[in-house]
């Protein structure tokens, strides 16, 4: 498979994985068990400000979901894991692995150190909102590699 066909499955399965991810924290904290909104919690970090958050924040989280599903992709074709149902529980695992790593330092160590007062409490059901999310990711990028698996 061609370095370009990597790409262009990492871009879908990173853009998928990142609106999949976002969609299930923005539920959980609807629901307002967890609150705070990890765009803006991000963006912020860059632009100190919550005004000019939310685009930087969404660039930021693209950016890295693609970049994060290229490293899962690689990861899958090496194990060779890219069918159903192999890649998508191996995704399920990766994301659940990456969103215990996400979840813990943004519990312990993100948060204050943040610039804005409003994302310096992350409280343990952030952190389980924030596992959720990855763990959605990674079974959409899971589910997204096996629909286009490399040969």
């Known amino acids: 498979m061609s370095t370009s066909n990597y790409i262009m499955i990492s871009i879908i399965a990173g853009s998928a994985g990142a609106i999949g991810m976002y969609l299930v924290m ?7 068990w967890a609150q705070g909104d990890m765009i803006f919690a991000v963006g912020s970090m860059v632009t100190k400000r919550r005004e000019t958050a939310f685009a930087v924040g969404t660039a930021i989280h693209w950016v890295a979901a693609v970049a994060f599903a290229f490293c899962y992709l690689l990861a899958l074709s090496k194990l060779d894991f890219v069918r159903f149902p192999q890649a998508v529980i191996c995704g399920l695992f990766f994301g659940a692995l990456h969103g215990i790593v996400v979840s813990l330092a943004l519990v312990w160590v993100v948060s204050d150190q943040h610039p804005l007062e409003e994302f310096r409490s992350a409280s343990f059901p952030i952190g389980v909102m924030h596992f959720a999310g990855h763990v959605v990711y990674g079974v959409i990028v ?3 590699i096996c629909a286009s698996p490399p040969p």
Not at 26 to 32: C, D, M, S
């Open 142 to 144: 899971g589910l997204v």
């Open 26 to 32: 923005r539920l959980i904290n609807r629901t307002g």
